[in-house]
């Protein structure tokens, strides 16, 4: 009996090793964590269960026969993070580059239908370099069952993939049909091709980091929600994340602790808006004093910055913020802000998370380069998102509410269920000056009169009064009674029935 626990405990430190000491040295040396250490660290301590620590891959080709490590080059199994139940695999870079061989792949599917079937988040930790050159189609076979099983999932549990070394492949096509993708700043990479392909088809000469560095996916591509400095930041982001988020899409948002009273008014709130309408200030200010204790995990932080979006808490329970930034082409509506908003509304929705807007937006960016660029279908797509959400709406118009965009941004019209204004709001097609230049063409030669009809219709339309008498605002509240409004609509919102038709699925513009 005694030997043979010895031998089990043997079997197990050869496993914990993974491809040896001398790769777990290069992965140090390189910067980044083992796939265990990694795990370590993303759950609570001592929770992690493991799975499938003796699977081999079966490939015989190429001399692979001789080459069996168990484990096969990913981690995986289950712990908690604040003792909420998460499910997790890592990929070992030191077990032939954490490339996925067909048993492999069934760690991984195994793992998935877990999640799954538990309806607990899912969190993937990639550092690989896809399917597994010497298995061919079988490794291929293998990305298809995990790619089928993340789309099955999606909208059910939430999943979250972390890229902490250089991946490419199925390891960026997996983590792409995920929830959240976070990267590792300078040690992480993703495409599909890497840098020698490229160069041999293109004749382009590119680094890693050029070609897919967090740099790049969070700026340019969109492809990732974020990037740290380190796999220790990272992990305790995704964490952070975690709290946020329910586990599936039946439980409802997790119900922290607060200790920030609902009703606290903020003085400060009622001198935010500049005199000069055309001048910016800062809505990250506005969020970050309304959520609780300014805890704020914003979504896409460098990406489209004139519009934010991220999860606070009011009352201790999740919500998500979408906003727009006026220090950024003064919050104009563009085709990537569109995009990036309208997919945060729809995880929202999926998950029961109500959503509060704060909108201060002149408009949709006018332009060939935006309407060539499909300006139209993105900026559907955020209007299409809003207008089949189901989750408590609310909206604060703290200043523009221009033209199209004011519809967009969940007004009353297409679902929004309290609706509030600032009294420095200005609810109306355009602004003064450019609907006076239109109305009043024949005059525009005479700046009297322009001035003139200019102050008429700010005097009549730049203001939420006229959107207030038709009851498409609730009520003109004080800024500085913000959270305490928000608070009280979202406690009454909080058990909010819907009906819609039934269908299949929708046809969001794509
Ligand atoms: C088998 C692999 C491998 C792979 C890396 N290795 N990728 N083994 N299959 N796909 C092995 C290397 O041989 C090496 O083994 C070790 O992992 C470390 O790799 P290095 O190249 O030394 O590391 P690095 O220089 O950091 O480069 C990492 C890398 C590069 C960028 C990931 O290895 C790479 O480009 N790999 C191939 C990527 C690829 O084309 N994959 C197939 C994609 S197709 P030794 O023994 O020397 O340490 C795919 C299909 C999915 O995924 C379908 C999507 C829709």
Redesign the pocket.
């Known amino acids: 009996m005694k030997d043979m626990l010895e031998r089990l405990e043997e079997r197990r430190a050869q496993a914990r090793l993974g491809?040896g000491e001398k790769?777990i040295e290069?992965q140090h040396g390189?910067g980044k964590l083992t796939a265990r250490e990694r795990i370590e660290l993303l759950l609570d301590k001592g929770s992690f269960e493991e799975f499938d620590m003796f699977v081999e891959h079966r490939s015989t080709d190429f001399g692979m026969d001789k080459a069996k490590i168990p484990g096969d080059g990913v981690v995986t199994g289950w712990g908690t993070v604040n003792g909420r139940t998460v499910f997790v695999f890592a990929k070992d870079?030191?077990?032939?580059?954490?490339?996925?061989s067909e048993a492999h792949a069934q760690k991984i599917t195994k793992i998935q239908d877990m999640a799954l079937k538990m309806r607990a988040p899912i969190i993937g930790l990639f550092d690989?370099?896809?399917?597994?050159?010497?298995?061919g189609v079988a490794?291929?076979g293998g990305?298809?069952e995990v790619?089928k099983r993340n789309v099955i999932a999606s909208g059910v549990i939430p999943q979250i993939s972390v890229i902490m070394?250089?991946?490419?492949?199925?390891?960026?096509?997996?983590p792409a049909m995920t929830d959240f993708i976070f990267m590792v700043r300078d040690r992480s990479?993703m495409?599909?091709?890497?840098?020698?392909?490229v160069k041999t088809v293109t004749n382009e000469t590119v680094t890693?980091e050029e070609l897919g560095g967090a740099k790049v996916h969070t700026t340019k591509s969109s492809v990732a929600d974020g990037a740290y400095d380190n796999d220790v930041e990272a992990l305790l982001q995704v964490r952070r994340l975690i709290d946020f988020l329910p586990a599936n899409n039946m439980d409802g948002v997790p119900e922290l602790p607060s200790f920030d009273d609902p009703a606290r008014v903020d003085d400060s709130l009622d001198t935010l808006i500049p005199e000069n309408p055309n001048k910016p200030y800062d809505m990250k200010e506005l969020i970050l004093k309304v959520v609780d204790e300014a805890d704020f995990f914003e979504i896409q932080e460098s990406y489209a910055k004139n519009i934010i979006t991220g999860f606070g808490r009011i009352e201790g329970r999740t919500v998500g913020f979408v906003a727009n930034q006026p220090m950024v082409l003064a919050g104009v509506l563009d085709s990537d802000a569109s995009r990036k908003a309208a997919r945060f509304v729809r995880f929202c929705d999926a998950f029961n998370i109500p959503i509060v807007t704060f909108e201060d937006v002149p408009g949709f960016l006018p332009g060939t380069a935006q309407e060539y660029g499909g300006l139209i279908k993105h900026g559907a797509k955020l209007l299409f998102a809003y207008s089949e959400a189901t989750v408590p709406l609310v909206t604060v118009i703290t200043r523009k509410a221009f033209g199209g965009a004011y519809d967009v941004m969940a007004s009353k019209h297409i679902g929004g269920d309290v609706n509030y204004a600032w009294p420095t709001a200005q609810i109306a097609v355009m602004g003064a000056k450019g609907a006076v230049e239109i109305i009043f063409r024949q005059d525009i030669g005479d700046q009297e009169k322009i001035a003139a009809r200019t102050k008429e219709y700010e005097d009549r339309f730049m203001s939420p009064f006229v959107a207030a008498e038709r009851g498409y605002i609730d009520e003109v509240i004080m800024p500085h009674s913000t959270r305490r409004r928000i608070a009280r609509a979202l406690a009454m919102l909080r058990h909010k029935e819907t009906e819609r038709p039934w269908k299949k699925h929708d046809n969001i513009p794509l």
Request: one cysteine or more; glycine letters at 22%.
């Open positions: 491809g790769r290069a390189r870079f030191t077990v032939f580059g954490g490339s996925l690989a370099g896809g399917a597994r050159i010497q298995e490794a291929l990305y298809g790619f070394g250089p991946c490419a492949g199925g390891d960026v096509y997996s990479y495409f599909v091709t890497g840098p020698d392909v890693s």
